[in-house]
């Protein structure tokens, strides 16, 4: 079992896709890390988030926009050999991506937002009142840099017929 780096994006968004939450990091006013499960949503390399309109997260975004979000999936234990604790693996699938913060305030876009969002985990069709759009905080995350892992990936056999 290998480690593979993928970089075309068919198989990062395929991962994304695949994901029910991914974790969000941020750097709170003290400087420590500080790590939340989010649902989410995914369209043409922004990354979209909801929450309260107040709370830690987002006083630590006010102070500092800057973002990582990871994706996880796929996950299954594996080993070379049941009696050996160093041969035991996860092979999982995953994505991080790093970028900045923008809250989104304008009600028609947070209305489109909320949609995707929506997309990620329902083909139904969804009205918000505008209570409900006011009330929430839309985060825009426009992908800065992104990396995708595939671990325990089985190695390739060689192709003998060349």
Known sequence: ????????????EAIIRKCDICFIGVITPENLPYVLPMNFGYEKG??????????RVIDCLDKNPNICITFSTDHELAFQHPQVACSYRMKS??????GKVR?????????????IIMEQYSDKHFEY????????????VPVDQISCKEFGAPHQKPDIAK
């Open 1 to 12: 079992m290998k480690t593979v780096v993928h970089e075309d994006q068919a198989t990062i």
């Open 103 to 115: 809250f989104v305030e304008d009600m028609d876009k947070k209305r489109r937002a909320l949609d």
């Open 129 to 140: 009142s505008d209570p409900a759009v006011r009330n929430v905080k839309i985060w825009e």
């Open 93 to 98: 699938k995953s994505v991080v991506a790093f």
């Open 46 to 55: 922004i990354i979209y988030l909801h929450s309260a309109p107040t709370g």
